[in-house]
Structures are given as structure tokens and as C-alpha cells.
């Protein structure tokens, strides 16, 4: 793949990250707010790490 669709793959984790934690704080059910905090917490986690790494999946 190249850098610029690694990149562009880091960016839709996190915009997907963004809007996991907007339906969190739209959400009623505190239960499914604090799901959907950890999915965008982790997400937004691993689009890091893959920016780091230059957006390549396979281990460091």
C-alpha cells in the first residue's frame, strides 16, 4: 500500500473514532455510552499507533 493510502487509512480510524464518541455522548443508555467510549478510545488508539509505523499493519 502506499504511504498515502496507509495515511489516509490512519485518518478514517479516527474520523470513525470521532464519530463513535459523538453517538456515545448522543446515547441515553449509560451502558452503551461507556461500549461505545472504549471502541472510539481504542480505535483512536490503534490509527495512532499505524500513523507512527507509517500506517503498515505488520508488527515493529
Known amino acids: 500500500m ?3 493510502g496507509e495515511t489516509g487509512r490512519a485518518d478514517q480510524m479516527r474520523e ?6 459523538e ?9 452503551q455510552r461507556r461500549r461505545l467510549q472504549e471502541k472510539a478510545q481504542k ?6 499507533q499505524q500513523a507512527e ?3 503498515s499493519d ?3
Not at 470513525?16 to 464518541?21: S, T
Not at 453517538?23 to 451502558?31: I, Q, V
Not at 480505535?43 to 495512532?48: G, I, V
Open 2 to 4: 502506499s504511504v498515502a
Open 16 to 21: 470513525k473514532a470521532r464519530h463513535m464518541a
Open 23 to 31: 453517538a456515545a455522548e448522543r446515547t441515553k443508555d449509560p451502558e
Open 43 to 48: 480505535l483512536q488508539e490503534r490509527s495512532e
Open 53 to 55: 509505523r507509517g500506517g
Open 58 to 60: 505488520l508488527p515493529v
